[in-house]
């Protein structure tokens, strides 16, 4: 099953929000597809829009963080519970923005995943190296790493999504990072996971558009893409989504 996703990140107010939905729904034939997972993480203030068109969206959606409790003091929080209740089927954990800007570490990382997996929340975990760490060993050795600490004394049959985003191919006027790059990450990742979680998914983000998706969904070692910016636009989205459906 090929994954084709997109994280609004910041972005899309609830009017904004309100127009992209509506636009998915006027295309959802284009989204209708048994063997492609197409999915959209919004901002926390659009997940009850969404949850609100819900049957008439042919599309998972999911939240852009967790917290790792299930309740308590934690002010501006949101919690897995929470999540459920508005319908989603995905959370994203550990993006290079939430350990740059917030602090998160992988400790944090690895109890979100095991709350995520205990709601039955699909978790959709974010890896990858530093511009300074492309070497093949040094990545590895990085990637093994980010791995053996985000994963420890997780096992699982469920559905779970590494989404391997290099940190250098991540932002504005960013290049992505080349196919044969990306599969030598892509297999040594999948050597590693394929041993405890049954149902990995590993999945390429990082600059990824309507130019360059093509190598990515193409590839036996990639089973999909995660859109950042370019797919703010929902007209950029669906066009992926339609072309990903020809392949």
Same mark, same amino acid.
């Given at each position: 099953?090929?994954?084709?996703?997109?994280?609004?990140?910041?972005?899309?107010?609830?009017?904004?929000?309100?127009?992209?939905?509506?636009?998915?729904?006027?295309?959802?034939?284009?989204?209708?597809?048994?063997?492609?997972?197409?999915?959209?993480?919004?901002?926390?203030?659009?997940?009850?829009?969404?949850?609100?068109?819900?049957?008439?969206?042919?599309?998972?959606? &999911?939240?852009?963080?967790?917290?790792?409790?299930?309740?308590?003091?934690?002010? &501006?929080?949101?919690?897995?519970?929470?999540?459920?209740?508005? &319908?989603?089927?995905?959370?994203?954990?550990?993006?290079?923005?939430?350990?740059?800007?917030?602090?998160?570490?992988?400790?944090?990382?690895?109890?979100?995943?095991?709350?995520?997996?205990?709601?039955?929340?699909?978790?959709?975990?974010?890896?990858?190296?530093?511009?300074?760490?492309?070497?093949?060993?040094?990545?590895?050795?990085?990637?093994?790493?980010?791995?053996?600490?985000?994963?420890?004394?997780?096992?699982?049959?469920?559905?779970?999504?590494?989404?391997?985003?290099?940190?250098?191919?991540? &932002?504005?006027?960013?290049?992505?990072?080349?196919?044969?790059?990306?599969?030598?990450?892509?297999?040594?990742?999948?050597?590693?996971?394929?041993?405890?979680?049954?149902?990995?998914?590993?999945?390429?983000?990082?600059?990824?558009?309507?130019?360059?998706?093509?190598?990515?969904?193409?590839?036996?070692?990639?089973?999909?893409?995660?859109?950042?910016?370019?797919?703010?636009?929902?007209?950029?989205?669906?066009?992926?989504?339609?072309?990903?459906?020809?392949?």
């Amino acid at each position: 099953m090929l994954w084709v996703g997109t994280s609004w990140k910041m972005n899309h107010d609830l009017p904004a929000s309100q127009k992209y939905i509506q636009t998915l729904i006027n295309n959802s034939r284009l989204l209708k597809n048994t063997k492609i997972n197409f999915f959209v993480i919004p901002p926390f203030t659009s997940l009850m829009m969404f949850k609100d068109f819900k049957k008439k969206l042919p599309i998972i959606y &999911g939240a852009q963080n967790m917290h790792w409790e299930e309740s308590g003091a934690y002010t &501006g929080e949101i919690s897995a519970s929470m999540l459920k209740s508005c &319908g989603c089927k995905l959370v994203e954990i550990g993006h290079s923005e939430r350990i740059k800007f917030f602090n998160e570490n992988f400790l944090l990382i690895n109890k979100k995943i095991k709350l995520a997996l205990k709601y039955d929340l699909i978790p959709l975990v974010c890896i990858g190296e530093k511009k300074f760490e492309k070497n093949l060993l040094e990545r590895k050795k990085i990637l093994k790493k980010q791995l053996d600490y985000i994963f420890k004394k997780i096992k699982t049959n469920k559905k779970l999504i590494v989404a391997y985003e290099p940190i250098w191919a991540i &932002g504005k006027n960013k290049k992505a990072a080349n196919i044969d790059y990306c599969n030598e990450s892509m297999q040594y990742i999948k050597n590693i996971l394929s041993k405890k979680i049954y149902k990995i998914s590993v999945i390429y983000g990082g600059s990824v558009d309507e130019k360059n998706y093509t190598e990515f969904v193409k590839s036996k070692f990639i089973d999909g893409i995660f859109i950042g910016r370019a797919a703010l636009k929902v007209d950029n989205f669906l066009k992926i989504c339609k072309e990903v459906s020809k392949l």
